[in-house]
């Protein structure tokens, strides 16, 4: 068996008296999408923060490509190759949009100790961040002013800035938050492209791309998981169905 | 629309940064006329004021770095400028001339207080670094005056100037003036490049979203303190000449009024431009000279004026003169 490129080893975090993520293990297989879906205020934003390392967890381990990374700071675990999205867009505003996509890939390039030489016209970082504004239909949006895009436009430049840093893994918290309907639909097709290179541990609440991109399922309720699954498992899971898809559906 | 289109000129669009060029340019030029014009009128006074304006500009432009560039808003900045000053008038007093020796003393002197209190200082952020940057600078000051050896509270007055290698040439009013001039252009031009470096790239991001900053894998702490040691060498450069020019040094260069000049300097210049702190300084000493000759409570006219350019001018007096010169170009971004 091959081992888990992430691995969420017994992860518990209380914030006072209310436990926001109770004993969770998760893993994510190469080339594997992983769903985490939850009602609202179930732990799952807090659960990719304490990945990131935004938080800190009280107890258990994050070990991503079998190294324990739950003491390394957030710019550290970047750096290992952890990419992410967040729910509430955080982007660059007042960077162009290619700007934006060029700062990640120049961290990724290393030697960002430079003072003189003119980033902007590096051609390097400038042709990595142009293809990856393609990859994600923004090609044509690259000398805008990343605050002025759309809605759906800056939830795509997130994902093109998590792209740029060349990650191993893909942390996506609600990458399609406040999108339409068909730009979800255009969103779920360019995740299932990229599904096969990098894994992804996604939260969204939109069923429909669940469905057709997780290979797995997990159901987080109260901070704790109470059911793991493909995504037939988790449709057909009558606690699963209870605290969660019953929900969405009544 | 404004806004952002000035912050993209910020950023270096060609077009907003042709212009910028032009006016520093222009400015320099109008510098270097000043001893010409001295001598017609006014009989040397304008050169030196010229020379304290530009002295303060190249603090101005050190703090614009952190302030404009890096969100760090320093209300300690002045303690670098008095280190400067201090390690000049210590070295005088002392009898070390040479300025090969002084300027290396003012650097380690100025960059060590940065990486130790720079260290601390940014574990803060908003309020409480501006908080612990003043505490640091006010320690630095009644240290400062405690010097009974350099004159304490009252200062230490200079007898003779620096020696550049058996040249004259801080000794002459000229000398002096292109000296200071040229550190002014020079300093100019590196935080310029700085700004649109892959250094300055990751403190200007790191200002608006530090978050998303660091989950590209940068560290944004590393990127600030560094910014904040070499805005202290730039100062403490600043203080070597402040030293030189007016041969008298004192706390009164490192205390937390100087600090809030500087700010208002930048504030009113215009943040994170260009030629927001040496527009901002210059126009500092001009206003200073205009008001004080109509009233001793000069300040009360210019207090409020710094409001005025503050609710209204956007982006500063810098902001203020590009949109002078191109509207068009703020429509267009």
């Known amino acids: 068996m091959t081992d888990p490129v992430l691995e969420i080893d017994r992860l518990t975090k209380s914030f006072g008296a209310l436990c926001v993520t109770d004993d969770v293990t998760v893993t994510l297989m190469p080339g594997e999408c992983h769903a985490l879906i939850g009602p609202n205020g179930a732990g799952k934003s807090t659960l990719v923060h304490q990945v990131s390392g935004l938080v800190r967890p009280d107890r258990g381990r994050i070990l991503f490509q079998g190294r324990d990374v739950t003491a390394l700071s957030q710019h550290a675990r970047a750096q290992a190759g952890l990419g992410r999205s967040f729910q509430i867009t955080s982007i660059i505003p007042e960077f162009t949009a290619l700007e934006n996509v060029a700062l990640a890939a120049q961290a990724r390039a290393g030697k960002s100790f430079r003072f003189f030489r003119d980033a902007g016209r590096e051609r390097a970082l400038n042709e990595t961040a142009r293809a990856c504004l393609g990859q994600l239909g923004l090609g044509d949006r690259g000398d805008l002013v990343a605050g002025e895009l759309s809605h759906g436009e800056k939830r795509l430049l997130e994902l093109a800035i998590a792209l740029a840093g060349a990650p191993k893994a893909l942390l996506l918290d609600e990458p399609m938050a406040g999108m339409g309907r068909a730009e979800s639909a255009t969103l779920t097709q360019t995740l299932l492209g990229l599904k096969a290179r990098y894994p992804m541990l996604l939260i969204e609440h939109d069923m429909e791309a669940v469905f057709t991109l997780a290979d797995r399922v997990s159901v987080l309720v109260a901070g704790a998981i109470v059911a793991t699954g493909t995504p037939k498992e988790i449709r057909n899971n009558p606690q699963a169905r209870a605290a969660y898809l019953g929900e969405a559906t009544a | ?333």
């Open chain 2, 1 to 333: 629309m404004t806004a952002s289109a000035l912050s993209a000129a910020a950023d270096g669009r060609p077009a907003g940064r042709r212009c910028a060029v032009g006016i520093a340019l222009g400015i320099f030029v109008l510098l270097a006329l000043t001893p010409l014009l001295s001598q017609l009128y006014g009989g040397g006074y304008l050169t030196t004021l010229a020379m304290r304006a530009m002295i303060l500009a190249i603090a101005a432009i050190s703090l614009d770095l952190l302030i404009g560039q890096g969100g760090m808003v320093s209300f300690g900045h002045a303690a670098f400028v008095a280190l400067g000053a201090y390690a000049y008038g210590i070295a005088i007093d002392e009898g070390v001339y040479s300025i090969f020796a002084i300027l290396p003393a003012a650097f380690a002197a100025a960059g060590l207080f940065a990486l130790v209190t720079g260290a601390i200082s940014l574990r803060t952020r908003g309020v409480y670094f501006i908080m612990i940057t003043l505490a640091f600078a006010q320690m630095l000051y009644f240290a400062m005056g405690s010097l009974s050896r350099y004159g304490a509270d009252d200062g230490l007055t200079l007898w003779s100037s620096a020696d550049v290698a058996g040249t004259g040439l801080l000794k002459s009013d000229t000398g002096l003036f292109l000296s200071i001039l040229a550190a002014l252009v020079g300093v100019w031009l590196l935080v310029n490049r700085i700004a649109v470096s892959r250094f300055g790239r990751v403190l200007r991001a790191a200002r608006q979203n530090p978050t998303r900053v660091a989950t590209m894998g940068y560290s944004v702490f590393r990127y600030r303190l560094t910014a904040y040691v070499i805005a202290a060498l730039i100062a403490a450069l600043a203080g070597v000449f402040w030293g030189a020019q007016a041969n008298f040094v004192s706390p009164a260069i490192g205390s937390w009024q100087r600090s809030g000049d500087l700010i208002a300097i930048v504030v009113l210049g215009g943040m994170g431009s260009r030629n927001g702190a040496l527009i901002g300084a210059l126009f500092l000493v001009f206003i200073e000279e205009v008001l004080s000759g109509i009233t001793h409570d000069w300040r009360l006219i210019f207090g409020p004026m710094l409001v005025l350019i503050a609710l209204y001018a956007h982006g500063g007096l810098a902001g203020w003169i590009e949109r002078l010169q191109g509207p068009r170009r703020s429509g267009g971004g």
